[in-house]
């Protein structure tokens, strides 16, 4: 996704890994360019991942910590339904949120990025199968 994302780092692997994400200007996100998340979950019998920004993003302007959790169901043999949950811990001394405007930045990037990584999936099989 170079339209979304101009460099991904990763540092070790599985649960504790460290993920760097710098955004292409064109994704448009409402603060900074580089966003740090942990892996908390990783687990592949259940489809699930956690993981939580350690850096960037929201954390510390409006948030004190923010986590992703993701788990993908089976509703038949080609086809499942992601399910994305968001949890976060505002600061005290801060706004109490981000506006409609950043919080609908936020949904939609997390939106394009599934449906890219669905689309890379469903034209290239063989890395999953």
């Known amino acids: ?3 979304f994302f101009a460099k991904y780092e990763r ?3 599985g649960v504790g890994s460290i993920n760097i994400l710098h955004f292409a200007p064109a994704s448009k996100m409402p603060i ?8 908390e979950i990783f687990d592949e019998a259940t489809y699930s991942t956690k993981y939580s920004v350690i850096e960037g ?4 302007v ?14 038949g043999p080609n086809t499942c339904v992601a399910k994305v949950k968001t949890v976060y811990e505002t600061l005290e001394d801060k706004p109490p949120s981000p506006s409609e405007e950043e919080l609908k930045a936020i949904r939609d ?3 394009q990025v599934l ?6 999936l469903i034209a ?5 199968a």
Do not use: C, L, Q
Not at 32 to 39: A, L
Not at 67 to 73: G, V
Not at 115 to 120: C, M
Not at 124 to 128: I, L, T
């Open 1 to 3: 996704m170079p339209e």
């Open 11 to 13: 540092v070790g692997k």
């Open 32 to 39: 900074g360019r580089v966003n740090k998340t942990k892996v």
């Open 57 to 60: 993003g929201f954390v510390g």
């Open 62 to 75: 409006y948030f004190k910590s923010v986590s992703y959790e993701s788990t993908f169901e089976a509703t």
């Open 109 to 111: 990037g997390a939106t």
């Open 115 to 120: 449906k890219a990584v669905e689309a890379y």
């Open 124 to 128: 290239n099989p063989d890395v999953y």
